[in-house]
């Protein structure tokens, strides 16, 4: 009888979660990857978003959908600061020290819930996985664990400590360099 339990809250969580959309099924408005999109440019070709001081939740808002691009990415000493502030906000609860995943999803493989872009990224840290889904993406990748991403750009003071974390996480990605879009 606990066995049966267990299953049905399990496979409530799951539904709860969304966690049981057929793979591959998107609404998203754009691919996962662009740069596998005809015609897409790649991730290098985009302007790099400027730091503005505000809160993650502020540009957010003000930014139009696709606009944000990380101004650190490959860059050693931001990737370093974003490790620290990626603990010091307490993400390897969740992702794991080295982002290898653990009650949430490894940030170092190919599968990206929401898709891999950093605006989507920033959005989704940003606002949390509840308020990004009302924002109009859903979700395109699947992982075996999938918690609900809470929002963090309420805690995170900048969108410049933000966009550090982000090129943290960045720098563990060890998928296949083709599906690099950022």
Not at 45 to 72: C, E, F, M, R, W
Request: aromatic share 8%.
């Amino acid at each position: 009888m606990n066995r049966l339990v267990g299953i049905c809250v399990a496979l409530l969580l799951a539904l709860c979660a969304g966690y049981l959309i057929a793979p591959g099924y998107s609404q998203n408005l754009g691919p996962a990857y662009p740069d596998e999109a005809p015609g897409a440019k790649s991730a290098a070709d985009a302007p790099k978003s400027q730091i503005t001081g505000k809160s993650p939740v502020d540009v957010v808002a003000s930014a139009p959908k696709g606009s944000l691009h990380n101004p650190y990415t490959d860059n050693p000493e931001m990737i370093a600061e974003g490790r620290k502030l990626f603990l010091s906000y307490s993400c390897n609860g969740c992702h794991g020290g080295n982002g290898g995943g653990g009650m949430c999803p490894p940030l170092s493989n190919d599968t990206w819930v929401y898709g891999s872009d950093d605006d989507t990224l920033f959005r989704l840290v940003s606002l949390g996985s509840d308020k990004l889904q009302k924002a109009g993406y859903y979700r395109i990748g699947m992982e075996n664990v999938v918690g609900p991403m809470p929002q963090m750009g309420l805690l995170i003071k900048s969108d410049a400590e933000l966009w550090k974390i982000i090129a943290f996480i960045r720098s563990v990605y060890n998928g296949d360099p083709k599906r690099r879009n950022w």
